[in-house]
């Protein structure tokens, strides 16, 4: 018996050592960026982009008084939201896109808390992400409340432990009518996770990959939709309700 032990013991170390590098290995390939998301990544006269410890993106015309944090979707290259984080910069808005560890906004919900120290001239802040980001991003809304303003869900919902009702923050949620991963009979099951006012928008066409450039996202099979990537319609997000 005395012997057994400690192999019992070795064995469970073993397999919970499989298990972690099977995780970092899962976790380490990650979708995109298109060419056109490099693209967006060189500045010009209108747009200044840093690429340092996060994706920086702010317009070289003003000096922006509110800030957007946008976090990645689960293994999706951050450089995917460089088109969307640009298209914003250039409103005036200074956006964060922060690398997550393992592609995984899971590792990362407190990210906001340093953008936002790093940032302290801005004085109005709104954090949102897309899928498990959005999910993520909530969370970090629910627990710093007095330092966020506002929450975009794009593709994505609170987690039932930490519902947005439980404080006055504004909400908007985009959703994409083809989205075989985050439906919207999905969203709708779980209204009572969101505020009375949110704002809600659906993108007719539109599917999960849409909201990045990534390239085609392999959705659940037994979904009715295909997994394209529609990339006009977020030029215009604003004309679809």
Same mark, same amino acid.
């Given at each position: 018996m005395?012997?057994?032990?400690?192999r019992?013991g070795m064995?469970?170390?073993? #397999?919970?050592?499989?298990?972690m590098i099977g995780?970092?290995?899962?976790?380490l390939?990650s979708?995109g960026p298109?060419?056109?998301?490099?693209?967006?990544?060189? @500045?010009?006269?209108s747009?200044q982009?840093?690429?340092?410890?996060w994706l920086?993106f702010?317009?070289?015309q003003d000096?922006p008084?509110?800030?957007?944090i946008?976090?990645?979707?689960?293994?999706v290259d951050?450089r995917?939201?460089?088109?969307?984080a640009? %298209?914003?910069?250039?409103?005036?808005y200074?956006v964060v #896109?922060?690398? %997550?560890?393992?592609?995984l906004?899971v590792?990362?919900?407190?990210s906001?808390?340093q953008?936002?120290?790093?940032y302290s @001239?801005?004085?109005i802040?709104?954090?949102?992400g897309h899928s498990?980001?959005?999910?993520m991003a909530a969370?970090?809304?629910v627990?710093?409340a007095?330092?966020?303003?506002?929450v975009f869900?794009l593709?994505?919902?609170?987690?039932?432990?930490?519902?947005?009702?439980?404080?006055?923050i504004?909400v908007l949620s #985009?959703t994409?009518?083809?989205?075989?991963?985050?439906?919207?009979?999905?969203i709708?099951?779980?209204?009572?996770?969101?505020?009375k006012?949110?704002? &809600?928008?659906?993108?007719?066409?539109?599917?999960h990959?849409?909201?990045g &450039?990534?390239?085609?996202?392999?959705? %659940?099979?037994w979904?009715?939709?295909?997994?394209?990537n529609?990339?006009?319609?977020l030029? @215009?997000?604003?004309t679809?309700?």
């Amino acid at each position: 018996m005395k012997q057994v032990a400690p192999r019992m013991g070795m064995g469970l170390l073993v #397999i919970v050592c499989l298990g972690m590098i099977g995780f970092v290995i899962w976790g380490l390939p990650s979708l995109g960026p298109m060419p056109e998301a490099r693209q967006a990544l060189i @500045s010009d006269e209108s747009v200044q982009v840093g690429t340092g410890k996060w994706l920086v993106f702010q317009s070289t015309q003003d000096t922006p008084t509110a800030g957007l944090i946008l976090y990645p979707g689960g293994r999706v290259d951050y450089r995917s939201y460089a088109p969307l984080a640009r %298209m914003l910069a250039e409103q005036g808005y200074l956006v964060v #896109i922060p690398r %997550m560890p393992l592609n995984l906004a899971v590792l990362g919900v407190n990210s906001a808390a340093q953008i936002i120290e790093a940032y302290s @001239s801005v004085g109005i802040w709104v954090v949102g992400g897309h899928s498990l980001g959005g999910a993520m991003a909530a969370s970090y809304a629910v627990d710093h409340a007095d330092q966020v303003d506002g929450v975009f869900l794009l593709a994505a919902y609170p987690a039932e432990s930490k519902p947005l009702t439980e404080n006055s923050i504004p909400v908007l949620s #985009i959703t994409a009518s083809e989205d075989g991963l985050t439906t919207v009979e999905k969203i709708r099951a779980i209204y009572d996770l969101f505020p009375k006012g949110t704002k &809600w928008v659906t993108i007719e066409g539109g599917n999960h990959a849409g909201f990045g &450039w990534y390239g085609d996202q392999q959705e %659940m099979e037994w979904h009715r939709f295909p997994a394209k990537n529609n990339k006009i319609w977020l030029s @215009s997000p604003s004309t679809n309700s």
